[in-house]
């Protein structure tokens, strides 16, 4: 029998807890949540809460697309909490939040879940004595609405400016207090450069610790931008481009490697020290950029932020320390910090499950098939002669063209759950299409909140 404080609901009561909200991000991006009294959790992790497939049939705007293969009455599944990653949400409140996983009534994993696909690549790369460690960094603007429902920054001051840390300090605090009470662990926090807008940058882990967290990052930033600045009116987008005419939020992912204990993007006589190996990785995940654009940047939205000279690094190129390129290399130096990439063309609508499990078997893939890696890229792309340097694609459409084509990510990913992704890309260009420019920023402006402000 297993002591009373083994079970994760005994040890929740003592801190106060009694509530577990449990969340699984779909197709679309969005977190969706079934909440349990603490006295259910431990059935939620064995068993799990009903949850119906047809979830990840939704667009961005929450309706459900008629066209897509999910989109049915029938079948259910069962949402697993997975209590080994439980946080405290608002522990003052009694809230805490753990991640879902969706199983079969009969209890096999669901194919189609997206933390299933995260778990099983990052198992594939332990057994063959791979360690991939990722952490995201998140960027948000704090905003109030403007007279049309539109944002418009909330809190003054420059970019990178303790200006903008000063003004905004309760919040800062407010925010902070929040990360630690969550015990989630972060590196570093700041204004960034457009009106408005904050870095937090993870501290790195698993791929289903670094999906997890950003999971609960934004569920805090949101929680805590809604409660402290509730009374001035203030909210948070994560949108990729919450207005046409300011900076947009990019969501970058930072990855390590190691093969045997042995890190892969260090110590060799390649480009920036990087090792053969190292520069297998790099080259696959290059040769698959657009295919994994599609999951990096998955609203037509996002598209319109990956412009040449913002940083959000729309090239299909690598670079030691070039933030134009979509790859960065950040190597080691006297300092001992660890080599790691950037990928920085990811956004925060992202799946961050689906994102890390399509790059881990990218990441495979490089490690037994070599292909040879292109010289790295110096200097801002947008100046070279057109054609010097591959644009990434620039439409939603354009992308999801490579990931059909992408034979590794449609096996890696498994026919279920590539054709149902598919569906959910089709469905998002064609709710796009119906919209302007203006009118589609203006749709997402203010995302998560699926549905706008209403
Ligand atoms: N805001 C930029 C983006 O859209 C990134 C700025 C930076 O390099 O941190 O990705
Ligand atoms: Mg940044």
Known sequence: ??????????????????????????????????VVPLAAVDAAAAVGVGFSPVSDAFRADGVIDPAHRLARPDGDLRLRADTHALALLEPGAGWAWAPGERFERGGAPYAGDQRFLCRHQQERLQQMGVELRAGFELEWLVAVPDPDGQPVPAIPGGP????????????ATALLEAFEAAGLPWLQFHPEYGAGQFELSLAPGSPLEAADRLVLARLLIQRVTRRFGGSFGWRCSFSPKPSLER?????????????QGVPLLQGGDGPGGLTGAGGGVLAALLEE????????CPLESSYRRLGPSSWSAPFQAWGVENREAALRLIPTADDGAAAHLELKVSDLTANPYLLLGAVQVVLLDGLQQQRPLPPPLSGDPALLPAGQVSRLPTTLAEASVAFASSALLRIGLGESLHGSLLDSQAAEVRRAAELSDADLIAADGWWPLVGGLV
């Open 289 to 296: 950029l657009p295919a994994l654009l599609a999951l990096a």
């Open 1 to 34: 029998m297993p002591s009373p404080l083994a079970s994760p609901a005994a040890a929740l009561a003592d801190q106060g807890i009694r509530w577990v909200a449990i969340t699984w991000v779909n197709h679309a991006g969005a977190p969706l949540v079934k």
């Open 160 to 171: 990178y400016g303790a200006d903008r840390l000063v003004e905004g300090l309760d919040y």
């Open 247 to 259: 900076v947009g939020n990019g969501g970058h992912l930072h990855l390590s490697v190691q093969r």
